[in-house]
């Protein structure tokens, strides 16, 4: 009987146990609302304090993310802080955008999403907010551009091999063109696919051509982005954030033909007020190329509006997709490469690393594509695309590539690597580095911003078109036929 009496008990003990530990799961959000999709963290304001926020569901409902520092999180977030925001029907479901402030910087987080008056929640995520170190790293990928799932789920192998490499990302960049006809499907299928790595890290989302060319609103709709004041989102948005001691400029080069006066003024604007050590362009459509693109009449006068602005601004890196194959130039100025830049080689946490030394002119990065459709190199690319190429490769049969860039102060450190598609194997195929003295940026209390509303740059536009318009058609009939005609006759 004694010995009956201390297995009842026995038993009872696991039974609470198991009891407890079934209020805790559901408590940590385990039980979630399967409704709850597409969620994923952006940057919004500054990114020591402030993040945004987007899902979606299908039904119309309230808009609220809990937020907890990990440190303190014990599965439960009775204790959570709650922020409110709006939602909003699109395309058959219900797109909800809240942005919350207060954080506390270099700081991780737990957080859901979903509606706190019906207690209906998305499974955990998390994310770590902007320190005061000026040393970080992230993670960049383009052109995922799949249309079924199961391309997704391959793309999605290469950003885990992304985030195995790299562990301590704090955030990733994604060049544009994550869908291929931007369809509800599609976007489930990535979001499902990628859930791993959205909802681990905050994103920094470029509006691609597949995204936003005749898709109008989706991009904006998909991504709680800090836009301009009075900039257009119908094609995509451009926005900027701090992050250590770089400074982002997100473009949207959907905004073409040419790119808009607008969005080029609120670009030397925004950098012209940075005094950031490192500054850093990130856009879809690629200003060096040698993918089948290049030669076409949108990236022709995206490139003779932009380089010019990019040379002006000092701006120190430019990253982009759209071509799907690999790209580096070397450091580039005037669409000419830098002849004079200075190598010094260092240790790095125990690697030799070389160092372009306050190089000038802009390293221009073209990370193939994450996904499956690849192209091969264009051996008619115009120059001075293949004399500024410092590596240019397809990566055709061989796997889906992804970037690291790891800055430390005066430091930055860039890879590139393949994940093979039969093996799963990671090679690196290419490296690059920088070493800069600190302080050199500042910002000129005289500057005058100029106009960013549409009304005002009417005019300027119009003439920008005509303008670039002209020179397209004179390097077609001069330079780009001429060569074809030679090509296919065999000269």
Known sequence: MKKLSIKFISFMLVASLLICSSFSIGAIGYNVDEDITRVNTTFYGDSKTTKGFCWYTSDECNSDVQVVPTASFNGSFNNAVTFSGTGREFKGNYFHKVDIDSLQPGTEYA??????????????????TDGNDNKFSFIAIADVQASNRENFAKAAKVMQSAIDTCPEAEFVINLGDYVNDCTNDEWD????????????????????????NLKWNWFNNLFNLNSPEG??????????????????????????????????????????????DWKIVLLHRSLYSAGKNINKPDTLIMRNVLIPVIDELGIDVVMAGHDHMYMRTHQVKNDAVVEDVDY????????????????????????????????????NAISPIPEAAAEAFSTRDWGGCYTTVTIDNDKFIYKAYIRDDETGEIELVDEYAIKKTMGQNTVDPNYEPLPTDFYSNIMPNITSFVTEFTKVLSKYLFVIVPALIKDAIGL
């Open 189 to 212: 299928w990535f979001f499902d696919e990628f859930k791993f790595a959205n909802m681990s890290m905050t994103s920094v989302p470029v509006a691609g051509n597949h995204d936003g």
């Open 231 to 276: 900039s257009s989102t119908t094609t995509g948005v451009y926005y900027s954030f701090d992050y250590g001691n770089a400074h982002f400029a997100v473009l949207n080069s959907n905004d073409m033909y040419p790119m808009s006066q607008q969005q080029i003024n609120w670009l030397k604007n925004d950098m012209n007020a940075s005094d950031a």
């Open 344 to 379: 010094i080689t260092e240790y790095y946490k125990g690697e030799e690393i070389v160092f372009a030394s306050n190089p000038d002119g802009t390293v221009n990065i073209l990370p193939s594509t994450a996904g499956t459709k690849r192209y091969a190199v264009n051996d």
């Open 111 to 128: 957080y859901r999403v979903g509606d706190a008056s019906a207690n209906s929640w998305s499974d955990i995520g998390k994310f770590v």
